[in-house]
């Protein structure tokens, strides 16, 4: 190993272990990895019932947990409930009662005494109640959102991704575990919107001289916890169908009464949405629960089949253009990004947070897809080049695991230009677009890791793409394509890259064009001409530099 090299080795190796630098605490551990409390038992079903103060800004309610008992050694259940929130009693099916203690944001059941065998099930109903944690800057700083809207009327949500379903209901706060069979949300007495479908068998009584609808909203497909959500407002709603490749997709669209006009013609854009990712994706991946889109205090989340939408009716991003090129104001940034997370996020999820790139990349890169799909690839490839100057360099992509870490922001735009990369590399739009359906078809509904979305995709593409994944998520280096002219003669090589890392790069000089294969030694290549600086057109994410 020359020197050269073995210093890249060095550096990356530093590079590699930068999240190990961040401290984490029991709270942490407990919360992001799936421990002594958890890898004993598998939900299968939540029933969330719940009601609200809206004057105290308080909740209370209950949530049954059916669950099935997997052949490993248990003596307790661990029950994330984070603080200020309050766990009341827990109770098995027979009514009887189980103790608890609490542990900060986690409390421990007493299963010592349990009987059951692996592959039984079981329920247990929690009571809680509390004054849960109220949003700082929602989305991204959650929790819940108590306001009203412009005349005054309630106007409540909750965003809960990174900060938890815990900070306002009991339950397995782990991506790594969705209910198999789905969810069951009721909240009563107020007229709400949730996930799923609204049941047509709900119960109606009346409580004095009020109508008291007791809603049940029902969610038929796994759902991560962080997605169970609600909206509650003065709200006018109205459907649609959807001809999805896998049946008929019910749409429901729900806006402030006082923005149904803006928002029904505003709201075209998701049939347009719908068709362009069901070509590049394939189905949409919860037509059995319906898509929703739902008018937010906020600006927007992925909610499963309840897409909360806080744009203001505008083109772009709050108005704006994320990529700086002019092609984000051709579509609504919330409709196209947090729809594409049904395919990535919602049914491909990363069992651990630290792999969220899973979730952020492609369906950045989705955004480009469907630029690509109505508008061309020329637009689309400048659009997401556009999104590269966002990306901060801060730490890898991949956070740590184990700790409810998700690494850095770049999971978005760098996530993105990986993304694009690979399909370059391929070079076939219709392999790459057949591995995206073969992507959702194999994974679909699942939760997965990083290392097997890797495999998955150098088994389908059949490159040695190793390098690169350990480029773009687990360092902060841009790659440096250096190169030195001499007349007719280019030497170049890549630079603040991890070994074996190569990429082909386009390259001209006058008329003539080029492809070189660039590795970490330095090769030659000879023009006809040499009237002129040679060009590297843009590409893939990397930095360019002239040596001398």
């Not at 108590?146 to 379903?165: E, F, H, M, R, Y």
């Not at 009346?206 to 759902?223: H, Y």
């Not at 051709?330 to 990363?350: P, R």
Request: net charge neutral; glycine share 8%; hydrophobic share 35%.
């Amino acid at each position: 190993m020359n020197f050269s090299v073995k210093l890249i080795t060095i550096l990356t190796g530093c590079l590699l272990s930068a999240n190990a630098l961040f401290a984490f605490s029991r709270q942490d551990t407990l919360r992001g990895s799936n421990g002594h409390g958890r890898d004993w038992w598998d939900v299968q079903h939540y029933k969330l019932t719940f009601s609200l103060d809206t004057a105290a800004k308080t909740i209370s309610g209950s949530n049954t947990i059916q669950f099935k008992v997997l052949g490993k050694e248990r003596d307790s259940m661990q029950i994330d409930l984070q603080m200020p929130m309050i766990l009341d009693s827990v109770r098995l099916a027979d009514n009887s009662k189980i103790n608890f203690s609490r542990e900060s944001n986690v409390y421990w059941l007493d299963f010592s005494f349990a009987k059951a065998r692996p592959q039984e099930y079981y329920c247990i109903t929690l009571y809680y109640h509390g004054k849960p944690r109220e949003a700082v800057n929602p989305p991204w700083d959650g929790g819940f959102i108590w306001t009203k809207d412009s005349l005054g009327n309630p106007w409540i949500s909750v965003a809960c991704q990174g900060l938890g379903a815990s900070s306002w209901w009991p339950c397995k706060d782990y991506q790594g575990d969705e209910p198999d069979k789905g969810m069951t949300i009721s909240h009563k007495p107020q007229l709400f919107i949730s996930n799923g479908l609204l049941s047509h068998n709900a119960p109606i009584v009346m409580a004095s001289e009020n109508m008291i609808l007791d809603l049940r909203w029902k969610v038929l497909n796994p759902i991560n916890t962080y997605n169970a959500t609600f909206y509650l407002g003065n709200y006018s709603s109205w459907r649609d169908t959807f001809q999805s490749k896998k049946g008929i997709v019910g749409i429901t669209y729900s806006a402030l009464r006082y923005n149904e006009s803006r928002a029904k013609e505003h709201f075209k854009q998701v049939k347009k949405m719908l068709e362009a990712f069901e070509y590049w994706f394939g189905p949409y991946p919860f037509y059995e629960d319906g898509y929703k889109i739902v008018e937010a205090p906020f600006l927007g989340m992925e909610h499963q089949s309840a897409i909360a939408y806080g744009n203001n009716y505008q083109m772009g991003y709050r108005g704006k253009d994320r990529s700086g090129t002019g092609v984000g104001l051709l579509f609504d940034f919330i409709i196209v990004h947090e729809s594409g997370h049904e395919w990535f996020g919602n049914s491909i999820t990363a069992a651990d947070i630290a792999d969220n790139w899973i979730h952020e990349g492609f369906t950045t890169y989705s955004e480009t897809l469907f630029t690509e799909y109505w508008f061309g690839k020329e637009k689309a490839f400048e659009y997401t080049r556009g999104e590269w100057k966002n990306i901060a360099n801060d730490r890898p992509v991949i956070g740590n695991y184990g700790v409810n870490d998700a690494g850095s922001g770049d999971k978005y735009d760098k996530g993105s230009a990986l993304v694009h990369t690979i399909r370059l590399l391929m070079n076939n739009d219709e392999k790459f677009r057949a591995m995206l359906h073969k992507m959702n078809d194999t994974f679909y509904h699942k939760q997965i890791t990083t290392k097997q979305m890797e495999d998955f995709i150098i088994g389908y593409s059949g490159l040695k793409l190793q390098p690169i994944f350990d480029q773009y998520l687990r360092t902060t280096m841009i790659p440096e394509l250096q190169y030195k002219q001499k007349g007719d003669r280019v030497e170049y090589r890549w630079a603040n890259v991890v070994e074996g890392f190569e990429l082909p790069i386009p390259a001209a000089m006058y008329k003539e064009k080029k492809t070189l294969m660039v590795s970490t030694q330095w090769q030659k290549a000879y023009w006809k001409k040499s009237i002129s600086d040679i060009e590297f057109p843009p590409t893939f994410l990397h930095t360019t530099k002239k040596l001398h």
